[in-house]
């Protein structure tokens, strides 16, 4: 009989195979995390009962995938270094020094981290807001623990470091007020104008366009100032957040129109002038000199 046929394989390190296995374990580990993350973002945002919650989940998904894929990333690079016969115990030793030494000279980017957890954890910045930081108000495009990504009106992109990041004005919170002032000749009825005021915002409120985006009645808190030129009515609406700019931009249009219907005359600077040509005076004669200069 025949000796069955004899097949030479090539030797594969065990530690090869190991490490094989273990990066495929960190992908299907991280695939896992980031499909969980989505369906619990899915999930909890369907159950939101406004869109503020579901910037605020899907802020929270961003972040929590993040640090998952760093956490997977960092365990399976430590156990492929255990394979392969280089011990992490003096790597985590020098690392625990280095990290002082480096702790002292990046004192601003462990703050920025602190600084931007607790900027997550208590709901104070989220992806679609519009906020005010440093001096700095647009869209915020993009939130992490090391900094927050503004693109104001114009389309430029502010990066802003939490860190530095000391007061936070969030103009997307529940609601918002429309504070519109209006000018008005100082020979104008001031109860014929608010009529005027309220005929408009009445009518802007129904309207298909604005109707939804107006909460309440417009509110006429009164005269504000007077100034050189005109009495300055104040008042506002109060509106969903964010839409506080096109109803203040849509409400002054129209007030314009009924004000040249109505014939009531919005101002401009200027001055009174009056002329002052001096008082009458008699002619002055001037003494003739004594001694009259001679030539």
Aim: glycine share 8%; proline share 4%.
């Amino acid at each position: 009989m025949n000796s069955p046929p004899y097949f030479n394989f090539p030797y594969v390190p065990i530690e090869l195979l190991h490490v094989t296995v273990i990066m495929l374990l960190a992908w299907l580990l991280s695939v896992s995390s980031r499909n969980l993350i989505r369906m619990f973002r899915n999930y909890m945002g369907s159950r939101a009962d406004n869109a503020e919650e579901g910037r605020r989940i899907n802020t929270l998904a961003r972040v929590f995938r993040y640090l998952s894929t760093l956490v997977i990333s960092l365990v399976a690079g430590m156990l492929i270094l255990s394979e392969l016969g280089i011990s992490i115990a003096p790597i985590l030793g020098a690392a625990g020094v280095v990290g002082i030494a480096v702790g002292f000279g990046a004192q601003s980017l462990i703050k920025d981290y602190f600084s931007g957890f607790f900027l997550l954890v208590e709901n104070q910045i989220r992806q679609g807001d519009v906020v005010e930081i440093c001096g700095k108000t647009g869209v915020v495009e993009d939130v992490t623990l090391r900094y927050v990504c503004l693109r104001d009106y114009e389309g430029n992109v502010h990066y802003v470091p939490n860190g530095l990041i000391t007061t936070v004005t969030n103009k997307s919170r529940g609601y918002a007020y429309a504070v519109i002032d209006v000018s008005i000749a100082y020979s104008e009825n001031i109860e014929a104008v608010n009529a005027v005021l309220r005929e408009v915002a009445g009518q802007l409120r129904v309207s298909d366009s604005f109707g939804s985006k107006i909460l309440d009645d417009i509110e006429i808190a009164g005269v504000q100032d007077w100034a050189d030129s005109a009495i300055v009515i104040r008042c506002r609406f109060k509106t969903t957040a964010l839409e506080q700019w096109g109803v203040r931009r849509e409400f002054l249009q129209r007030v314009k129109v009924a004000f040249d219907e109505h014939h009531i005359e919005i101002p401009y600077n200027h001055l009174d002038l009056t002329l002052y040509m001096g008082r009458d005076k008699p002619p002055v004669e001037f003494a003739k000199s004594r001694n009259p200069p001679t030539g």
